[in-house]
């Protein structure tokens, strides 16, 4: 069956742009999550979805944003982007999220 | 916050060599899952233990929850060059939100 697939790999953007990363889940999984991982602060967690509704968020400022539609498929949004925001971006999706979320391969995200 | 400290934080160690490393926190977690990242890839589950006390295996890996509930250990036995990687501890916050703790590095050296 098909894993988590996140569009695109590798993402280099300018500081002041805006930036939009896809997530599709696991057929059947409707609770997505997003987190940022950067070497020196390990996997922060972004937000959650469940069936298109955000359930809960993390500590990031509300220039990251994120949502999910009916077929489960997520996106999440950076808006001005700071150098900061350089980081590997990893969506995992799950039918029971105590069960363990099942990751993508993540998104690069470089900003220059 | 509920924060998972996991140690060491780096491990480097010769091809064949057992290993162990642990997770631990200030509150207690009812649920500890264990991941392992390669290069370039996503988290991987390796273990989930979701019982005070249970002691799970997957192979040539042995994973604990803790009797207190605040902490987990995870064992590799005889380690491979392709037990490189980096191992997380994880569970769910108070908002059910999955916490993730700072990661073990591993190398094992052939």
């Known amino acids: 069956k098909a894993g988590v697939t996140q569009t695109p790999r590798y993402l280099i953007k300018t500081r002041g742009q805006q930036v939009t990363l896809s997530c599709s889940p696991i057929?059947?999984?409707?609770?997505v999550s997003w987190y940022q991982q950067t070497p020196g602060q390990g996997l922060q967690f972004l937000f959650e979805?469940?069936?298109?509704?955000?359930?809960n968020k993390g500590n990031f400022p509300g220039r990251f944003s994120g949502r999910q539609f009916s077929n489960s498929r997520s996106e999440m949004n950076v808006s001005t982007l700071e150098l900061g925001d350089s980081a590997l971006y990893l969506c995992a999706s799950a039918r029971v999220p105590i069960y363990g979320y099942t990751f993508g391969s993540g998104t690069r995200l470089t900003v220059v | 916050g509920q924060q998972l400290n996991q140690s060491p934080q780096s491990m480097f160690i010769q091809e064949g060599e057992d290993v162990s490393m642990n997770c631990t926190s200030s509150s207690i977690f009812n649920t500890w899952l264990w991941y392992k990242q390669d290069p370039g890839e996503g988290p991987v589950l390796l273990i989930a233990?979701?019982?005070?006390?249970e002691l799970t295996s997957n192979g040539r890996l042995t994973a604990q929850f803790g009797i207190t509930r605040k902490d987990s250990f995870l064992n590799i036995s005889a380690s491979i060059p392709s037990d490189v990687g980096i191992y997380f501890c994880a569970g769910p916050g108070n908002n059910n939100d999955m916490r993730f703790g700072a990661g073990t590095r591993l190398t094992v050296k052939p």
């Open positions: 057929s059947g999984h409707r609770s």
């Open positions: 233990l979701y019982k005070a006390g």
């Open positions: 979805y469940f069936s298109e509704t955000q359930r």
